[in-house]
């Protein structure tokens, strides 16, 4: 048992600075623990050479004072849609096979650059698209949490997605942080089905050069870990303008940290009256009416907002992500990397039985979906009508937002499933996504904390967003009600207790 | 004149319209930054953002606009300050994306105009649809391999702009005429190089045929026709096959085609059983594409003189005549080499030495007026010492053609050689006399009646001089002293 | 608007899936459930409503013409299944089942 896994990317800054540990110590700690939980199959590709590599260089460093910064020496594990030079990469997908790509990412080499130790490369829903980690070629992920009914003690449960890996990885306490994407939810769903804060930037805020493309207008990578302060952290680290990528945006990465100090007083919240939907589970909604009793607690004044389009998001994004997504595939053809299905036809054949063969179930009903509303005769109806749609959502967010500085709802609307649920019916699946997806249309920042159990004891988590490129304000609300909820529970096994 | 396919029942009309891809002229692709020059070995001029590698993304170049919205200045077409880029997503090796960024509904530029000098004197104007940027796709080899095809993407990604004509075109002709044309302007923008060998232009015509003053029938598209004698022979041997097609009964159906000079046919492309559906949508890795007035002003303000307007000034200025003016106006250096030649000269002269000798020689000689053996410089040289009587025209052809061997300045030639003309009237005399002294019989003939031996007379009175003697002079001279 | 078999069988075409024949119907039932749902946005008047052209509000960037990248077919055929290389020529190809143009 050991006190190196349960640490926050916080006290590691602060461990290794005072010489309580190295870097190797931490590393070598948390290799161990990936080892035996390789039950959750949270990841696809351990990189211990590469870890005790980068954990040695980091305390050389600081042995010649030369220390870089709060990430140095600090483990994170890397969801695997993120190309690392050498390393596979597969995106969960079997059409990757073999895939080893020569560049970095421009995210995981800015933390490379900051002196992060890479784990390992993360499980995830194939190509991003899931909200379970079940649709990935690798298998699914089990999620650490298990709820606590007798009867149900058996059932192994999702971690959401489609960065369940990542999640599972930090709420296990096999890294103190991971970095997911998040398109339509996939990082704050899986913090929330975890217990672990898992935020999505503002589109534009990250690179996306060197991530495996889904949704191009929609695709955000973003940080994972136990506590606010640590994700803004980590984001510090991952942020920042690229000119490789033409969707980056050319702002200074503000000091987020600074941000976690304010206090939530005199904060206006809003709180979106369409987002309470039939069915909604009680204990979510209880939970969403206790995060606003904290935050007016923590000083912050709570009113109802309107956000009238918010029904048609989920619809709006399973247009727009598939047809993006149908184009980004294509160049999955067996031609220049990965999997090739050459049965000795013509050249069609092959790419039909490569991406037939290589390609899951999910990614080919996108993908098919996809190139279906862009069609002739379809455009107009589907994806022209999706657009114009998403501008309406968008304006509804800017609206709110002339009145309030942040909106809290719910992140999900269970907590985590069983494995193999929801697997008939794909639309059950995406509805998953249904208070995420709106803030993703429309570009916003969003982070999604751990405030409370339901009655299995299984986490929930609460969901603020906030203005484009105001994640300052994002971490001043955040920081308050995490606070306010102080969530101290740990699925067993978490830092290498029983 | 216009031009009318006979066909077995009346006369049919051809009605064409060409797309041309031109590849911009600049050193990187249009989103990536490898290079884009011809002739490299295979895959060695591509980045991974134009392999399509996973993660990777485009990143437009500045200059590749600036080479489209000149060139739409340069055809007097309306410049779009809001263009989008689209993809246009199909499945084939030499394209990684399996989409390749173009501009479909916005384009960013739209219509404008081509004069056409027609060979009566008269211009006709061939409408510009519109003008867009796209990236070109990389190439297919499947000769060096019998099972395989092996592609190399040095070219994938080299920007282009793929310019559309209206269906304003009637003739092979004009089609000929047209493709020069836009050439010229190209080259003088320095958008283009033009070199259809070697495929930074090419075309695509579009061909249907209808009996006069009917409406526009089904056409096809012969794709990729990389000579200008091409599109002139596949636009006639496709309205002849579509006229026999109408005349035996049968309807054309719209299909893409390609040109077989060796067979003299055009024949339908094996390809797709499914029709393309492009299934454009705007791309979400880059953004709308916005450009300020000042931006565009600043473009027209740099804009050199284009071949239209120079054939009317030197038509103006010079006196030439419109067809001497638009034979040296093809090329930018053509004209400017006249130009140097001509100030402060005979321009008529000036023109009849650039394009009958000078185009001659380089012709015969293989070169082209940036590698001309004689300059501009020279050839003006030459022409000043015909005007003060050092050289007559006959001598001076000479010396061009030393010119023309040993790269000098004529002045040095002439004296190397010794070959200025000799106007001592004395010493003409002197070799008239010498001349006709020798030929005493043929004098006598001469003046009994024979006037043809005129030229004898010259011929010797030139050879005795070694050419050097005044023409003018000996003919006068000649005259007086044969008429005794 | 319903898809069926034949409709199916054209969009695997057009975006190089092979579905097995017995597949189809199964496929074109999952999909029209989908297009179903995602029918009810006919429900919005988004009359007069601009398409959203961009999340980020920034202008396009530009870069500058210069050459700097290329030069490495090596990292460029590094991942290929089948590329064809020369003993010690410069450069490679990709290769593919023959095309019959």
């Known amino acids: 048992?050991?006190?190196?896994?349960?640490?926050?990317?916080?006290?590691?800054?602060?461990?290794?600075?005072?010489?309580?540990?190295?870097?190797?110590?931490?590393?070598?700690?948390?290799?161990?623990?990936?080892?035996?939980?390789?039950?959750?199959?949270?990841?696809?590709?351990?990189?211990?050479?590469?870890?005790?590599?980068?954990?040695?260089?980091?305390?050389?460093?600081?042995?010649?004072?030369?220390?870089?910064?709060?990430?140095?020496?600090?483990?994170?594990?890397?969801?695997?849609?993120?190309?690392?030079?050498?390393?596979?990469?597969?995106?969960?997908?079997?059409?990757?096979?073999?895939?080893?790509?020569?560049?970095?990412?421009?995210?995981?080499?800015?933390?490379?650059?900051?002196?992060?130790?890479?784990?390992?490369?993360?499980?995830?829903?194939?190509?991003?698209?899931?909200?379970?980690?079940?649709?990935?070629?690798?298998?699914?992920?089990?999620?650490?949490?298990?709820?606590?009914?007798?009867?149900?003690?058996?059932?192994?449960?999702?971690?959401?997605?489609?960065?369940?890996?990542?999640?599972?990885?930090?709420?296990?306490?096999?890294?103190?942080?991971?970095?997911?994407?998040?398109?339509?939810?996939?990082?704050?769903?899986?913090?929330?089905?975890?217990?672990?804060?898992?935020?999505?930037?503002?589109?534009?805020?990250?690179?996306?050069?060197?991530?495996?493309?889904?949704?191009?207008?929609?695709?955000?990578?973003?940080?994972?870990?136990?506590?606010?302060?640590?994700?803004?952290?980590?984001?510090?680290?991952?942020?920042?303008?690229?000119?490789?990528?033409?969707?980056?945006?050319?702002?200074?990465?503000?000091?987020?940290?600074?941000?976690?100090?304010?206090?939530?007083?005199?904060?206006?919240?809003?709180?979106?009256?369409?987002?309470?939907?039939?069915?909604?589970?009680?204990?979510?909604?209880?939970?969403?009416?206790?995060?606003?009793?904290?935050?007016?607690?923590?000083?912050?004044?709570?009113?109802?907002?309107?956000?009238?389009?918010?029904?048609?998001?989920?619809?709006?994004?399973?247009?727009?992500?598939?047809?993006?997504?149908?184009?980004?595939?294509?160049?999955?053809?067996?031609?220049?990397?990965?999997?090739?299905?050459?049965?000795?036809?013509?050249?069609?054949?092959?790419?039909?039985?490569?991406?037939?063969?290589?390609?899951?179930?999910?990614?080919?009903?996108?993908?098919?979906?996809?190139?279906?509303v862009l069609s002739a005769g379809y455009y107009d109806a589907y994806y022209l009508k999706a657009q114009k749609v998403r501008a309406l959502i968008a304006e509804d967010f800017r609206k709110a937002f002339e009145a309030v500085d942040v909106l809290l709802t719910p992140t999900a609307p269970s907590a985590a499933f069983a494995i193999g649920d929801k697997m008939d019916d794909p639309v059950a699946m995406y509805l998953n996504d249904v208070f995420t997806v709106p803030a993703s249309l429309a570009g916003l920042p969003a982070i999604s904390l751990p405030a409370g159990l339901d009655a299995d004891g299984l986490p929930l988590g609460l969901h603020l967003i906030a203005k484009p490129f105001d994640e300052e304000t994002l971490f001043r609300a955040a920081a308050a009600l995490e606070e306010a909820c102080s969530f101290d529970a740990h699925p067993p096994g978490f830092g290498g207790s029983p | 004149m216009s031009y009318l396919v006979k066909g077995e029942r009346g006369d049919w009309e051809a009605v064409v319209g060409l797309e041309v891809h031109a590849q911009i002229v600049s050193n990187a692709k249009l989103f990536s930054g490898a290079a884009t020059q011809f002739g490299a070995a295979p895959n060695t001029q591509v980045s991974l953002v134009d392999a399509a590698m996973p993660g990777m993304l485009p990143v437009l170049n500045g200059h590749c606009v600036a080479q489209a919205v000149r060139t739409g200045l340069g055809l007097k077409a309306k410049i779009n300050t809001r263009s989008v880029f689209e993809r246009k997503n199909y499945f084939y090796p030499d394209l990684p994306h399996g989409y390749q960024i173009s501009q479909y509904s916005q384009p960013i530029v739209g219509e404008g105009a081509v004069l056409l000098d027609m060979a009566d004197g008269s211009t006709r104007t061939i409408g510009i649809e519109r003008l867009h940027m796209e990236q070109d796709a990389g190439k297919s080899l499947h000769d060096q391999d019998p099972g395989r095809t092996l592609i190399d993407l040095n070219r994938a990604g080299v920007a282009l702009m793929e310019i559309v004509s209206k269906p304003d075109i009637r003739s092979p002709e004009e089609a000929g005429l047209y493709l020069r044309k836009l050439r010229s302007i190209l080259r003088y923008l320095g958008t283009c190089d033009g070199n259809m060998e070697e495929g930074s232009m090419r075309a695509d015509v579009n061909v249907s045929v209808r009996k006069a003053g009917e409406a526009f029938r089904t056409r096809c598209e012969i794709k990729n026709v990389n000579s200008v004698r091409f599109v002139m022979q596949s636009i006639e041997v496709e309205a002849r096959r579509q006229i026999e097609v109408y005349e035996s009964g049968g309807t054309v159906d719209q299909e893409t085609r390609l040109f077989d000079p060796g067979r003299g046919e055009t024949r339908s492309m094996r390809s797709k059983e499914h029709a393309h559906d492009y299934r454009y949508f705007p791309d979400p890795d880059l953004l709308p594409l916005k450009l300020k007035p000042d931006y565009v002003a600043r473009i027209k303000d740099t804009l050199p003189e284009l071949p239209d307007e120079k054939k009317d000034r030197f038509v103006r200025d010079y006196g030439l005549s419109p067809y001497d003016a638009g034979v040296l106006v093809v090329d930018r250096a053509s004209a400017d080499f006249f130009e140097t030649v001509a100030k402060g000269r005979d321009s008529k002269l000036a023109a009849n030495w650039v394009m009958g000798d000078l185009f001659g020689a380089l012709n015969s000689t293989g070169k082209t007026i940036e590698t001309s053996p004689v300059s501009a410089k020279h050839l003006g040289e030459l022409i000043d010492l015909i005007a003060d009587g050092t050289l007559s025209g006959r001598l001076a052809k000479d010396v061009f053609a030393l010119m023309v061997g040993e790269g000098k300045a004529p002045s040095l030639l002439v004296d190397e050689k010794g070959l200025k003309q000799v106007t001592d009237t004395g010493a003409i005399e002197a070799v008239i006399d010498q001349v006709m002294g020798a030929n005493a019989d043929k004098v006598a003939e001469y003046r009994s009646g024979k006037d043809k031996l005129f030229g004898f007379f010259v011929g010797q009175v030139m050879k005795a001089s070694q050419g050097k003697a005044n023409p003018g002079l000996v003919n006068d001279l000649l005259k007086s002293k044969l008429a005794g | 608007m319903s898809l069926d078999k034949a409709t199916v069988r054209k969009i695997a075409y057009l975006a190089r899936i092979r579905v097995p024949d017995d597949a189809l119907d199964g496929l074109a039932r999952e999909l029209n459930h989908i297009i179903g749902w995602v029918e009810q946005l006919n429900e919005v008047d988004t009359t007069g409503v601009e398409p959203m052209a961009s999340v980020v509000d920034i202008t396009l960037p530009k870069r500058a013409d210069e050459v700097s990248d290329g030069g490495i077919a090596g990292e460029v055929l590094k991942n290929a299944p089948e590329p064809v290389v020369a003993p010690g020529a410069d450069g490679g190809f990709f290769a593919v089942p023959k095309v019959v143009e």
């Open chain 1, 1 to 372: 048992m050991t006190a190196l896994t349960g640490l926050s990317i916080a006290a590691v800054r602060d461990g290794l600075a005072e010489r309580d540990f190295t870097a190797l110590e931490l590393a070598r700690e948390h290799l161990r623990s990936i080892e035996k939980a390789r039950h959750l199959n949270a990841f696809i590709t351990e990189t211990p050479e590469i870890a005790l590599a980068r954990a040695k260089e980091s305390d050389a460093r600081r042995a010649k004072g030369k220390a870089l910064g709060p990430m140095d020496g600090v483990p994170i594990a890397i969801k695997d849609l993120f190309c690392t030079a050498s390393v596979p990469t597969t995106a969960g997908s079997h059409i990757l096979d073999g895939f080893t790509p020569t560049y970095e990412s421009t995210v995981t080499a800015k933390l490379k650059a900051a002196g992060a130790v890479m784990l390992g490369k993360t499980n995830m829903d194939e190509f991003a698209m899931g909200s379970s980690n079940m649709t990935s070629y690798h298998g699914p992920v089990k999620n650490p949490w298990r709820p606590e009914g007798r009867e149900k003690r058996d059932k192994d449960l999702v971690p959401g997605g489609s960065s369940g890996g990542s999640a599972a990885a930090v709420a296990a306490g096999l890294a103190p942080a991971a970095i997911g994407t998040d398109t339509g939810g996939s990082i704050r769903q899986p913090a929330s089905f975890c217990g672990i804060v898992g935020m999505k930037p503002t589109y534009g805020r990250c690179s996306r050069w060197g991530i495996v493309a889904f949704a191009s207008s929609l695709d955000q990578a973003g940080p994972f870990a136990r506590s606010v302060e640590d994700t803004a952290i980590l984001l510090a680290a991952m942020a920042g303008h690229d000119p490789k990528d033409s969707t980056s945006a050319p702002v200074a990465v503000p000091d987020f940290r600074a941000a976690l100090k304010k206090s939530a007083k005199g904060l206006k919240v809003g709180i979106p009256k369409e987002y309470t939907m039939d069915g909604m589970p009680a204990a979510i909604d209880a939970l969403w009416k206790r995060g606003v009793a904290w935050m007016q607690a923590q000083g912050a004044e709570c009113r109802e907002v309107s956000l009238p389009h918010t029904a048609y998001a989920l619809p709006t994004y399973y247009i727009v992500a598939p047809a993006e997504a149908s184009s980004n595939l294509a160049r999955y053809d067996g031609v220049r990397f990965g999997l090739r299905v050459d049965e000795g036809g013509t050249l069609d054949e092959m790419y039909a039985a490569t991406r037939g063969e290589g390609f899951g179930a999910e990614v080919r009903r996108r993908v098919l979906i996809g190139t279906y």
